[in-house]
């Protein structure tokens, strides 16, 4: 069974840095697609960036590229999201989501809250 | 910028039928956008309900299914229940490695 455990989350000021981390367990890296998606308070969610399983390709949307860097570490079976230049719309809770094909988010971490604040 | 539609609120009878739709603001939603839908509660992660336009994830009851009808994506709900009351959300497949979520439906059963 595919279990994804988000951590890392918590306050920063605006214009800081944060970085989060997702285990993976049940699955292996290389057969798993991860993605993370954002939910602000009381909002819908946000797709933000997908590694690709052979994790040559990695995309992002357009409201966090050139301030968010998702990689992975296979020794570990963990990917992260280093996120800089924080701003107050960033605040949101972080999903971890695993899709092990057919293009769907078919597994879901519990989510990490992020608060942007002074 | 790639918008994905979803109406904002839908209601319906226990039992009755409920079809909540997504599309694009630009264009027509296909099966090359690889629909999925996924419902949440508050508080708590989304579940997987449909993906690749019409194949129900594992455990989902077949009260759901997925469809394109004329240029959206469509989930039906039949024989809806109580506890199939939450938020809606579908997600697209918009390009290469960009994924786009719709706004979301609140359901409300009553």
């Known amino acids: 069974q595919v279990q994804l455990v988000e951590s890392g989350g918590g306050v920063v000021p605006p214009g800081g840095s944060l970085r989060l981390s997702c285990e993976v367990s049940?699955?292996?890296?290389?057969?798993?697609?991860m993605h993370w998606v954002r939910q602000a308070p009381g909002r819908g969610l946000e797709w933000v960036t997908i590694i690709a399983s052979d994790g040559s390709r990695i995309y992002y949307a357009d409201s966090v590229k050139g301030r968010f860097t998702m990689s992975r570490d296979k020794s570990k079976n963990a990917v992260y999201l280093q996120m800089s230049s924080l701003r107050a719309e960033d605040t949101a809770v972080y999903f971890c989501?695993?899709?092990?094909?057919?293009?769907?988010?078919?597994?879901w971490g519990q989510g990490i809250l992020v608060t942007v604040s002074s | 910028q790639t918008v994905v539609t979803q109406e904002p609120s839908f209601s319906v009878s226990p039992g009755g039928t409920v079809t909540l739709t997504c599309g694009l603001t630009s264009g027509s939603v296909s099966t090359s956008h690889y629909p999925s839908w996924y419902h949440q509660t508050p508080g708590q992660s989304p579940r997987t309900l449909i993906y690749n336009t019409n194949t129900r994830s594992s455990g989902v009851p077949d009260r759901f299914s997925g469809s394109i009808l004329g240029n959206k994506a469509a989930l039906t709900i039949t024989g809806a229940q109580a506890d199939d009351e939450s938020d809606f959300y579908c997600?697209?497949?918009?390009?290469?490695?960009?994924?786009?979520f719709g706004g979301g439906t609140k359901l409300t059963v009553l």
């Open positions: 989501a695993g899709d092990s094909g057919d293009y769907k988010f078919d597994h």
């Open positions: 049940g699955v292996t890296l290389n057969r798993i697609s």
């Open positions: 997600a697209l497949y918009v390009s290469t490695g960009l994924w786009v």
